[in-house]
């Protein structure tokens, strides 16, 4: 199956009907010579954005959208609409008309133009203005990512904190709270206090509500035509908010159809090795929506001009997007303050560039397809377990994708199902039970400083192969002995040991004393290079388990080089034991892998996330005996890749330029 283009363009109202008939005229035209598949018309969005529509405003938007929906329907496409509000992104000097109850934040701090979840008129303008346009029939409904407590600017965090969520609180709570007393007590110190999951039930509690009722009134003044969308944000904050994805997913179905529009590429130009955290964020929320809810990445540019994004990088994270296996791609690619799509046609261009990539990536990589690699394991419920040091709200968010980072860039492959190797790092080690994290340390197990002073208090430091005596803090003036160099002391390569690694720029080590058993792999040294403490350990618990632990408390900030890399590919094949399968990638920095299965073949694609170019190597433990390899350069045609086999694995012949993939497939 081809790839499918889902554009997004916004049509301002205008006086004149000629005017928007030719503006539909002109986009149905540049569609269909780019091969896009469905029009987002994009409502009263950003610069045209006035506050929330009603009387003839509306009257406007609805007249023109209904116009320019029979012209695009004409012309072959299907059509969904992008509504921009839904509670408000930000107050931009917006203000609100409508009286509607606005959102506060933690520290009181009330919005202009933002309203809150729990606002009758709020609520009943929001099913109105959905239900009257969901009367012209659209594929979907979009709601935007500010559906969502955080990230409200210019409150701090973000709303959530009015009276009537206070007053839904105190319900449960069995008393009166006041705002200030919530805050302390959801981000206290120690052990969460029993509020802070409380409000988050509160706040899950609002959306559902919002959600049924205007999946109710979509699927009737559609007449059944219609599904709902919801894009989303970062994981790891939505997690704060308690939200519960599938439950989220089941009120907004209709008829059992729900649409899901991830983010997870930045909106402007970004260093390549930035498709790290893309992939990784493509493959969390893939794990957390319902396999029945159709996924629509978001590809997009902003501020929306020409200039915010190169082509390359557009063709870049729309071959990542669909290599996750994606129903379609949600682009924005038109500067769509400037009108007419005619006077831009290289936005055409790069579509058409684009799709025989995109083409046969579709055609082998599909929804059906299981990812394959280092297990990073994640509760949605996360949040509601972390426990803060200096008790802000920011503290609440953990997550995989530190690990993501740390391990993608060293050329090993991570994915979000369970797998004999996990990682776990930072805070997220206190959002598992203790049976689930005695299951992790029956296998193979790797840690940062963080996680493994989380396991230690909680009583699993025999497990371990080593003691935590201590997290050092590089700020704190209590630390007679700064830490500085990373050694390595052990490695099955002989020639690179007592080669100096950094940890100069960490925030904090754990100071760590490995059991007489464990393999140290590190040291970590002064800066006048006395012994500081243990760096890396490997240990064979006696569950028969493998645990790898790192005194680096941020390892995705460290700096890299070749040398750690071979040292995090030795902790892998530690962790993997006598067995190991995992393909690992080197050859160049941050060569990004893909690794799946399906239907019986195994494909691992290789991005170079460097602006050099690279000879991408891959370490294979068992080589196959047959091997297939095409490489996709940005904006061209896939060609044949030429490489050679060899005792130690697979090695490209040519360079692979930047941001591009080497496909094998076996």
Known sequence: MPARYHLRFQLPPRKDPAEAVAHATALARSCQEAGVDEVVLLLAAEEVFDGYLAGEAEDRWYETTATVSDILRDAGLDVSLNPWVTTGHADRGRKDAHGFLPMVSPTGRTASAQASFTCPGWREWLYAHYGRFAGLGFRVLWLEDDFRF???????????????????????????????????????????????????????????????????????????????????????????EGRDWPSLFQALAVQGRATHRPHFAPYSDSAPRSLSGQMWLLESQRSLRPVWVESEPEIENWPHTTWSKSDVQTWSEMTTAQLSGADALFLNVHPMQAGRPDRFPGTAQLLRRSRPALDWIAGRHTKEARTLGVGLPYRQDAAAHVRTRTGTLDELRTGPRGAADFLLRYGVPVTASKAPVQAVFGALAWAFDDDEIREMLTGGLLLDGVAADVLTRRGFGDLLGVQVAEVVDREDAQAADPFSFEQITHHPDPDIVGTLLSVNTQPALARLRPHPEAVVWTHILTPGEDAWGAGSCGYVNELGGRVAVLAATDPADLPRDDFGQRVVHAVIRFLEGPTPTLPLVSGGPHLIPHLSQQDGVTRLAMANGSFDPALPHVDVPTPPDAVSSIRLDPLKTPEPASVLHGEKGITAETELPHRAWLMLAW
């Open 150 to 240: 955080h990230n409200h600017a210019p409150l701090d965090w973000g709303g959530g904190f009015e009276t009537p969520v206070l007053d839904r609180l105190a319900d449960l709570v069995g008393r009166p709270v006041t705002r200030d007393e919530v805050v302390r007590a959801i981000t206290e110190p120690g052990p969460p206090h029993p509020w802070r999951a409380l409000l988050q039930q509160v706040w899950r509690t609002v959306q559902t509500e919002i959600a049924e009722r205007l999946s109710e009134v979509v699927e009737e003044r559609s007449s059944g035509r219609s599904r709902l969308g919801l894009m989303s944000s970062l994981p790891d904050v939505h997690s704060v």
